[in-house]
């Protein structure tokens, strides 16, 4: 029969251009997220976090934006290079349990 | 300093047969993750130990999957007997504790014929 495969939001972007990638969490008391990239044939690899006593942190060219309000998460990639794509995902933690993981965003940076 | 490290890096076998991974975490750190990841289904956690102990596997797929962590340098993921639907890429993650930032392996590709 026909397999499906996971469907990932994929984002295009042009090299040099800034990209965005968001994600909506699932729980309004999560308290620390994270931002992993995977890289086609590799793990996923921690890129920046942020604690939700926070709305903002930069890390370089990154930067994660948190609003609480509407459970939302957002990574900022300055200046996109082609080595930046890859799938993206956010993940959250609550208390004292393991991190979530959402589904991924893929982006393909055009060169 | 070394990351996470897992064994072999790629597995292929035949329906039946016995896998068994492996995976040596970062030294010092005391939780241990095995997720497997498929295009169907995404990254899955199967178990996860803290200070060796196994906390919840509750996301291991059958009785045909079983994991251990004999000392905190070492853990086992087999599956026996194995079929073709456990096919996909096994990760192993450790972090400095359960809901800290977990850091991955470079994750053993299995495929079952």
């Known amino acids: 029969g026909e397999s499906v495969g996971l469907h990932l939001p994929t984002l295009s972007v042009q090299e040099g251009d800034n990209s965005i990638i968001n994600c909506a969490y699932s729980?309004?008391?999560?308290?620390?997220f994270i931002w992993y990239k995977q890289e086609s044939g590799k793990g996923p690899q921690f890129i920046i976090d942020i604690r939700s006593n926070m709305d903002k942190r930069q890390g370089q060219r990154v930067t994660v934006l948190l609003n609480k309000t509407v459970k939302h998460l957002s990574l900022q990639i300055a200046a996109t290079q082609p080595g930046d794509s890859a799938v993206y995902f956010c993940a959250e933690v609550l208390g004292n349990t393991p991190l979530v993981f959402g589904k991924g965003t893929r982006l393909s940076v055009i060169a | 300093d070394a990351g996470v490290i897992q064994s072999p890096r790629h597995e292929v076998t035949e329906m039946g047969q016995e896998v068994t991974l492996r995976c040596k975490p970062i030294s010092g750190h005391n939780s241990l993750f095995w997720y497997r990841q498929t295009m169907m289904r995404g990254l899955e956690l199967l178990i996860y130990?803290?200070?060796?102990?196994?906390?919840?596997d509750s996301g291991m797929p059958e009785d045909r999957f079983s994991a251990k962590m004999p000392n905190a340098s070492f853990s086992t993921l087999k599956i026996q007997p194995s079929e073709p639907r456990d096919s996909a890429v096994y990760f192993c993650a450790s972090s400095p504790g359960v809901w800290e930032t977990q850091y991955f392996g470079p994750g053993t590709r299995l495929l079952v014929l």
């Open positions: 130990f803290n200070n060796n102990v196994p906390i919840d």
């Open positions: 729980n309004s008391a999560s308290d620390y």
